[in-house]
């Protein structure tokens, strides 16, 4: 009995596993597919670092 319990549980786990992944797939593609998403995304740059250099004596 304790043995299929433990079986039963596993699978459910299982389950929720591949509905995440499954839900993770969708927006992967939707987002992927998203047109403004991928012309904002190239134009995008980061911004240059404004570090000086110690001044020497």
Aim: proline residues 7%; positive net charge; charged residues 25%.
């Amino acid at each position: 009995m304790s043995a299929s319990l433990g079986l039963y549980r596993l699978q459910q786990v299982d389950r929720q596993i591949d509905r995440a992944r499954s839900q993770l797939d969708t927006i992967r593609q939707t987002l992927e597919n998203d047109v403004e998403l991928g012309k904002h995304s190239n134009a995008w740059k980061p911004p240059k670092p404004n570090i000086t250099a110690p001044a020497r004596n």
